[in-house]
């Protein structure tokens, strides 16, 4: 069972689904869906459309650059197996998944602190906006008023005392 690639968004095709366009040179075009298709034969650019892997690449939102995702790459010749080397692999496929999680918990870090300098700065402009509020609460806590919906009739006070 071979899974392809979609030209167009990169998601994975599964047999038996996508649609398949060959080219007058004789090159074959997968894609996953009739919406990857239509925007190829409109002659979009996937490196322009939100949704493509190619734009969160080109972005930064994905990890392109990683190299333990090279370890995914698909492989069509057959292997000889070996109980030894199998060994290795599964100590090195734990591995290699440890170091690819450390590595997407950096980059969605990084990602995040590029937004952290952001909201510093619009909080600072809020309170600048509205400190005249914050003035008014210290004042009352240091009165010790108590601000009530509805005034007090001489009764309530009374029973209160």
Same mark, same amino acid.
């Given at each position: &069972?071979? #899974?392809e690639?979609c030209?167009?968004?990169?998601?994975? #095709?599964? %047999?038996?689904?996508?649609i398949?366009?060959? /080219?007058?040179?004789? @090159?074959i075009?997968?894609?996953?869906?009739?919406?990857?298709?239509? +925007?190829? !034969? &409109?002659?979009?650019? %996937?490196r322009k459309?939100k949704?493509?892997?190619?734009? /969160?690449?080109l972005?930064?939102k994905?990890?392109?650059?990683d #190299?333990?995702?090279?370890?995914?790459r698909?492989? +069509?010749? %057959?292997?000889?197996?070996?109980? +030894?080397?199998?060994?290795?692999?599964?100590k090195?496929?734990?591995? #290699? +998944?440890?170091?690819q999680?450390?590595?997407?918990?950096?980059h969605m870090?990084?990602r995040?602190?590029?937004?952290? @300098?952001?909201?510093?700065?619009?909080?600072k402009?809020?309170?600048n906006e509205?400190?005249?509020?914050y003035?008014?609460? !210290?004042?009352?806590?240091t009165?010790?008023? /108590?601000?009530?919906?509805? %005034?007090?009739?001489?009764?309530?006070?009374?029973?209160?005392?």
């Amino acid at each position: &069972m071979r #899974i392809e690639k979609c030209w167009f968004c990169s998601s994975s #095709i599964f %047999p038996g689904h996508g649609i398949q366009f060959v /080219r007058n040179d004789a @090159k074959i075009f997968r894609f996953c869906r009739s919406k990857c298709h239509k +925007n190829f !034969k &409109m002659k979009r650019n %996937p490196r322009k459309l939100k949704w493509t892997k190619a734009y /969160r690449m080109l972005k930064g939102k994905d990890m392109s650059q990683d #190299i333990t995702f090279e370890f995914e790459r698909k492989r +069509n010749r %057959p292997e000889k197996s070996d109980r +030894n080397r199998m060994g290795y692999t599964l100590k090195a496929m734990s591995v #290699i +998944n440890k170091v690819q999680n450390v590595r997407q918990r950096k980059h969605m870090l990084e990602r995040l602190a590029k937004n952290k @300098k952001n909201v510093r700065e619009w909080d600072k402009k809020e309170y600048n906006e509205s400190s005249h509020l914050y003035e008014v609460s !210290k004042l009352l806590d240091t009165k010790k008023i /108590r601000i009530s919906a509805q %005034p007090q009739s001489e009764e309530n006070r009374a029973m209160e005392e």
